[in-house]
């Protein structure tokens, strides 16, 4: 999984809006459920957690949807808990119903909600699976920054392989423990996670015509 982050003093580069597009935070749990295909019951557990979910509608028809964790948050694929530090976010669990997919939803619907909280964050940061390269030009296209691979090491523990960040990156990583690994990172996290819900029976390195180092045994 790979890591990206960015400052609220950093200036979001300008894109162009699709036309028709509104987005709202939502506490409509029935929607939420529809969209994110998850239970009532999860989505009030989200809600209770102080993590906030905004809906992008096109021509008031819900195009995507998104949420943003305060306080805590959860990666499932690579079973990480973590606090997060004081006016920082998390973004997470997007997604851009098939027939609105190309129109420049995510990363307009990305800096919306990194405007919604103003001066009461400072830092966000996000993560994308390597082999969904919409999702990475998507979050590149909003203005986060790559900070490095997520992975999980031989241990089963959250291992991260750093590009070269500030020393008050590396500070903010050290408080969320995404500390640094010296083992090879995993290319492939459908390989390589022991966390998985959801597996496919293909590895997502191949599928893109890259060698995999993840661990091919776990299929």
């Not at 957690?49 to 959860?74: C, D, E, K, S, T």
């Not at 203005?143 to 750093?162: C, H, I, M, W």
Request: neutral net charge; glycine residues 8%.
């Amino acid at each position: 999984m790979s890591l990206y982050t960015v400052s609220s003093i950093h200036q979001l580069p300008l894109i162009k809006l699709p036309e028709g597009l509104k987005i709202e935070l939502t506490t409509d749990a029935a929607l939420l459920s529809t969209l994110g295909n998850i239970s009532v019951e999860a989505v009030g557990q989200r809600l209770s957690a102080n993590h906030l979910a905004f809906v992008a509608f096109i021509y008031n028809q819900p195009a995507a949807f998104g949420w943003m964790a305060r306080g805590r948050a959860y990666i499932g694929e690579l079973n990480h808990d973590f606090i997060l530090p004081g006016k920082n976010r998390y973004l997470w669990n997007f997604r851009t119903l098939a027939e609105y997919r190309g129109l420049g939803i995510y990363p307009s619907l990305l800096q919306y909600m990194m405007r919604y909280e103003g001066d009461d964050a400072d830092r966000f940061w996000i993560i994308h699976a390597p082999e969904n390269k919409s999702s990475l030009k998507g979050i590149a296209k909003a203005g986060f920054e790559y900070v490095g691979k997520l992975y999980a090491k031989s241990n089963g523990r959250l291992g991260l392989k750093t590009a070269s960040n500030s020393d008050a990156v590396h500070d903010l990583l050290n408080e969320m423990n995404f500390n640094p690994s010296a083992e090879t990172a995993a290319s492939c996290w459908n390989c390589n996670s022991p966390f998985l819900k959801k597996r496919v029976r293909s590895c997502c390195c191949s599928d893109a015509e890259l060698a995999c180092t993840g661990d091919p045994e776990m299929f």
